[in-house]
């Protein structure tokens, strides 16, 4: 069974402080890793104040795109030095994870398509290694560099390895509704349009309403919740919203 | 007209010396690189001494792999070091180079054969960037981690890109024969075997034999030269030996 977790920017990073790393939750989402014994787990990070600060100070976003070499090294640099960070609170719980950058294994063409290899990512999965995806720049065709959210990650390595759960640990306990409870499932997007809003803080990626439109395209049953479900999500539980 | 342009490990550090760079001859390289005006430039640079001794501690080669994670990073984690070395150089130079790590963008199947991703290099190309790849760890079916050298990455770029030149920057000035005199021009194998021997440092990659035997297999003509002759290699001079 496979399992495709994201851990949101804004729970392992503090957002509005830009390359603030939130350490006590990292290492409570690393331990909770480690101890659900889960197999076959990809995890995949956002940027937080890692990479959204870097992107929109170079004014790139996930369609418009630069050729500044050094904003790209500052948006993709800054993103795997919250990998590393990542994978370090990973490898402390004797996690076996290892890196993957989008930036060396993804293009976008002309259209924006994206392609992701992922056959890397199934044989690291194979081989008993927890593969650690993120959000980063892309390589787009006419555009130069443009932002991959963590997201379309989610999305590119569920719908490629067929994933059996998705998860995506966020800051909230789940998808809110105009009472900001949590709405336990969403099965189409017209429902919960008028609900869901924007990020208070800077998200060039679109928030929660791109990611509940991408992940009701999935084929797989898809979970938002905050961290403390990531023990129950890890366990097989519904837990926070499911969507499809 | 596409270059592919391999820095060798055993040039750009000093290979008896584990992690120890060469800063002059990679400046020099560095300055080559940006003078020559060259378009369409993939540059590939091999481990030296960060790859070499890792790997060699660890026991890992491009056919024996490791499963532990320490083991895996300790070699993945030198090679990204040095890139960021070669990197860093590459823009003093004002040349707008990106990398691309092979551990997030390749794969071995069970029968060894190596999956790298070219796409994204290709489009790079063509959005005016010169990426920059290297040996490195690829997870392996059945092996964990092996090594996957930068010959390979070399061999493997030119043949899916349709390179029209390939050159490969060694310490020595070209192929020598048994009197350590260049050979200029190898046109198959069996002529040249008995005059290459394997480099007196440690190299698990297999030394000039193997570098030989694979740019034989391509289809663009290959050349291998010391560091002083790369600025007539770029300027699309015959210079060393000349391969294939």
Known sequence: MTTVLKLGGSVITEKDRPETLDGETLAALASA??????????????????????????????????????????????????????LSRLHAEDVPAVPVHPFSAAVRDGDGDLTLMTEQVATMLEEGFVPVLHGDGVVHAGEG???????????????????????????????????????PRIEEFQSVADVL?????TDVTGGMAAKV????????????????????????EDVGTRIG
Not at 39 to 54: A, I, N, Q, T, W
Not at 61 to 86: C, K, P, Q, Y
Not at 216 to 227: D, E, I, M, N, W
């Open 33 to 86: 890793v480690a101890e659900s014994g889960v197999e076959d787990l990809v995890v995949v990070h956002g940027g937080g104040s890692f990479g959204h600060h870097h992107a929109a100070d170079h004014g790139v976003s996930t369609t418009e795109g630069i050729r500044d070499v050094d904003g790209v090294m500052d948006v993709h640099g800054a993103m795997t030095t919250l990998n590393r960070f990542v």
């Open 197 to 201: 809003g924007v990020s208070d803080a």
């Open 213 to 236: 439109r991408e992940l009701l395209a999935l084929g797989s049953p898809a979970y938002v919740f905050g961290p403390d479900a990531v023990p129950g999500f890890l366990a097989g």
């Open 145 to 183: 560099v443009t932002v991959l959210s963590g997201d379309e990650i989610v999305t590119a390595v569920a719908t490629a390895l067929d994933a059996d759960r998705v998860g995506l640990c966020s800051t909230v306990p789940g998808v809110l509704d105009g009472d900001d409870e949590v709405i």
